[in-house]
């Protein structure tokens, strides 16, 4: 039972391009949501965050969308550069929903290229 | 300054036998979390311990593994008798306060685990 998917194994753009990272969730007590960074051999890094009270978090070339009725959410990056590659994991929790607030439920991952 | 650190980086050992992982959080972080991230799949969670409280074990998947953690220094994650289902990397993470927890955690670069 997943209940953070990230359905699309890989991504490729070209660099300056826009990169579009998907994530999709089923449990309606999630109400934070992050995207963590991962590049081979080192441990996730956290990259940005949205509250489900918000629709949209900017953060420089990145920018997180959730549209809460479709349980959705998505991390746009642009441009896009070749530094970006690597795995991107999406997680959610239930930080203000009550009960375990510090677990994270995540995703499985996108491998984003981004070609020069 | 220095980052969570884990050991060994990788373990090969035989079904049967048992193995014992060890993380170092960055100093004066008061959670730490254990993560298993199986081939191709998202990040699990394990266990959490909170100070000087109970840990929360919700996340270990069978009796076979415990971990312990001595106040808030180095936490060690044991599996007992490993079996092939157990391959797969073990990152720990931690994170100075015990609230907006889900946006501090700081991961280490993992243990590859194999059992053969």
């Known amino acids: 039972d997943q209940q953070v998917k990230q359905n699309s194994p890989s991504l490729s753009v070209q660099e300056g391009r826009i990169s579009i990272l998907n994530c999709d969730y089923t449990?309606?007590?999630?109400?934070?949501f992050l995207w963590y960074k991962k590049y081979p051999a080192e441990g996730p890094t956290f990259l940005i965050s949205?509250?489900?009270?918000?629709d949209k978090n900017e953060d420089g070339r990145f920018t997180v969308f959730l549209n809460k009725s479709a349980k959705h959410l998505s991390l746009h990056i642009v441009p896009s550069q070749p530094g970006d590659s690597a795995v991107y994991f999406c997680?959610?929790?239930?930080?203000?929903?009550?009960?375990?607030?510090?677990?994270?439920?995540f995703g499985k991952g996108t491998l984003l290229t981004v070609n020069p | 300054g220095a980052g969570v650190s884990q050991s060994p980086s990788n373990k090969v050992t035989e079904k049967g036998k048992d193995v014992e992982l060890r993380c170092d959080p960055i100093?004066?972080?008061?959670?730490l979390y254990w993560y298993r991230q199986r081939l191709g799949q998202g990040l699990e969670f394990l266990i959490y311990?909170?100070?000087?409280?109970?840990?929360?074990k919700s996340g270990l998947p069978s009796d076979r593994f415990s971990a312990e953690r001595t106040g808030e220094s180095v936490s060690t994650l044991t599996i007992q008798r490993t079996q092939q289902e157990d391959s797969a990397v073990y990152l720990c993470?931690?994170?100075?306060?015990?609230?907006?927890?889900?946006?501090?955690?700081?991961f280490g670069p993992g243990t590859r685990l194999t059992v053969l």
């Open positions: 993470a931690s994170s100075p306060r015990l609230w907006r927890v889900t946006d501090t955690q700081y």
């Open positions: 449990n309606s007590m999630f109400d934070y």
């Open positions: 949205i509250s489900s009270i918000k």
């Open positions: 997680a959610a929790s239930a930080q203000y929903s009550g009960g375990s607030n510090y677990k994270l439920t």
């Open positions: 100093s004066g972080h008061t959670a």
């Open positions: 311990f909170q100070g000087n409280s109970a840990p929360d």
